[in-house]
């Protein structure tokens, strides 16, 4: 690689070498000019051709002495410039030599590593390459004794290759086949234990969590009179009062021997509670006349729809829910005065929806979804008296109707096992809605309907052949069936158990669950004598 250094201070002195050879050519052409001039006037004078020649000469070796002087000027100037750019150009190699030898070093470093796990590498090629022969080597050994090995079984056992596989196979299969099965039972044991735990754990949690009433009131369709005198009133002459009465409401009025009462008989809850407190109005006022009870059903009406709206709004924000269709909203206020065992359906709509937000929390399903079905899973029951069908299965076709997404109907539809369930939502609110039907005071009912359903219990129980005797325990909750031992054994009596279970279900009303415990017993008595 030439030095530029070199190359720079050669193309200096070439340069001043140029210059030198223009002055000298300038200086030449002056002369000849002058010459030229000087000729052509030799014929006027030799003596201005010599002043002219003398003169041209003195102005030629000015110019060529000008010329040599500017030469050395720029030569100096050139030589200054070319040993400043020499210094700088040197400086920046130097510094440019200075940042690279670490550089250098550093890849004379990296080059003897790499050089170095080459040779490792190398190394251990030839040692794998070595270990690969040897294991060749074992395996052919392995086999040739695997061989002889197989040779000298059947030859002391007189049994081929294929029998002993099909032997060995069979004995495989009859092992794996008794440990399936024990694992599998195993397996579904420890799911039942685990499913039934867990099962109990959250319906615990739930229901410790679900703060409500454990008494719920339930509206009367009886009113109490001040006097007997009032009675005559209600009726009006001629029974004018209480024929206006009942078209504007719709609700019979019996009116009996009983004293200062009187009772409002109709299928339409709402419409019974206009009539209660018309009445109760009226009676309070002390005028009672056709007018005025037209006058009062109107009021009642339009407090009474508005109490309905916001008995459902309540409820809607109870539960934390939006985008309500505003007929939902009426239907569930509508359920505000309608009671099922005693048990106020909102209430219990509320509750269903409740519990079942806290079981999805528990499942990791959706919590609002969940609480969205729980409060709409009674919506039916607003409007089953005026439609023909389940109040399950309205309510589903209802929350279709209006918009609910088809979690939400199908759900509905399905709490009562009328339509078979798609989603775990189904179920949960199914659970849920047993919970809160079947929890201590939740329902109530009179003492005459309680006997009897205990007396159709053990009546249920009895009917079966070979029953000795039955006792409904747990306020209706179990029944204890004891069996003959000689007509009824040990199979028979879990199968006794499920038949009785089924005929309670179809035959019996009954909220919560009913256990049917079977019990058989073999008692030998002997005399000492």
Known sequence: MDNPIMMNQMAWVDHAIVVSLLVALAALLGAMTMWVFGRGKMRDGAEAAGGWIDAARREADTVLREARMAAQDELFKMRDTFERETKERRQELAELERRLLPR??????????????????????????????????????????????????????????????????????????????????????????????????????????????????????????????????????????????????????????????????????????????????????????????????????????????????????????????????????????????????????????????????????????AKRIGLFHDIGKAMDHEMQGSHAIIGGDLLKKLGEPEEVWQAVACHHHEVEPTTLYGMLVSAADAISASRPGARSESMEFYLQRLEKLEAIANSFSGVEKSYALQAGREIRVIVEPSKIGDDAAAQLARDITKKIEQELQYPGQIKVTVVRETRAVEFAK
């Open 104 to 369: 250098e070093a550093a890849l004379e470093r990296k080059t003897e590593l790499l050089d170095h796990k080459a040779e490792e590498l190398t190394r251990k090629e030839t040692q794998m390459a070595q270990r690969e022969k040897e294991l060749q080597n074992m395996q052919t050994k392995m086999n040739e004794l695997e061989r002889l090995t197989l040779q000298e079984l059947q030859r002391i056992s007189s049994v081929s290759m294929e029998e002993a596989k099909k032997l060995l196979l069979a004995r495989m299969e009859e092992e794996v086949r008794d440990e399936g099965s024990a694992m599998a039972r195993r397996i579904l044991e420890d799911a039942k234990q685990n499913a039934e735990r867990e099962a109990k754990r959250m319906i615990t949690i739930a229901i410790e969590r679900c703060a409500s009433n454990h008494v719920q009131t339930a509206t009367s369709c009886t009113i109490t009179l001040p006097n007997e005198e009032m009675k005559g009133r209600i009726i009006g002459r001629e029974g004018r009062n209480i024929r206006a009465l009942e078209t504007a409401t719709g609700i019979n009025v019996l009116i009996d021997d009983t004293p200062q009462v009187v009772v409002l008989s109709g299928f339409d809850p709402v419409r019974r509670e206009v009539a209660r407190q018309t009445l109760d109005r009226l009676i309070a006022d002390g005028r009672i006349n056709p007018a005025r009870i037209e006058e009062e059903v109107v009021k009642v009406t339009e407090e009474l729809q508005t109490t309905i709206r916001q008995a459902g709004e309540d409820a809607v924000v109870k539960l934390g829910l939006h985008g309500v269709h505003p007929d939902l909203i009426n239907a569930l206020g509508r359920l505000k005065f309608r009671h099922s065992f005693a048990q106020n359906v909102l209430d219990h709509c509320i509750e269903v929806g409740q519990i079942a937000g806290l079981m999805a929390a528990e499942l990791g399903l959706d919590q609002q979804l």
